[in-house]
Nanobody, 123 residues
Framework: VQLVESGGQLVQAGASLRLSCAAS????????VGWFRQSPGKEREFVAA????????YYEDSVKGRFTISRDNPKNIVYLQMNSLRPEDTALYHC?????????????????WGQGTQVTVSS
């Protein structure tokens, strides 16, 4: 299984972007996909997650109301729609896969990661 992120770019504050995480291979009913972000000198930070089946989603507080995570199961793609972007959203965004929904905010519970896509928000 591989993950490939895309959609990151340089935008101005207030703009919107949609990131994509394309997965090859099959997911189980326990699978969840999470988006994390990492800035230079900082630890990888949880952003949002979605179960591969059902409707469960979870968001980090600072992105609630601005970001929306969704999935397209037939295409094996998870999206992160980001609206009202702020300079502090600037980071390398990674998607990852975990089988532990209870620990979905914890990076070391993920067993697979993509290479990341860079989002830069200018003020």
């Amino acid at each position: 299984v591989q993950l490939v992120e895309s959609g990151g770019q340089l935008v101005q504050a207030g703009a919107s972007l949609r990131l994509s995480c394309a997965a090859s291979g099959r997911a189980s009913s326990n699978t969840a996909v999470g988006w994390f972000r990492q800035s230079p000198g900082k630890e990888r930070e949880f952003v949002a997650a979605i179960r591969w089946t059902g409707r469960s989603t979870y968001y980090e507080d600072s992105v609630k109301g601005r970001f929306t995570i969704s999935r397209d199961n037939p295409k094996n793609i998870v999206y992160l729609q980001m609206n009202s972007l702020r300079p502090e959203d600037t980071a390398l965004y990674h998607c990852g896969v975990t089988n532990s929904w209870a620990e979905v905010t914890i990076a070391n519970q993920y067993y697979l990661w993509g290479q990341g896509t860079q989002v830069t928000v200018s003020s």
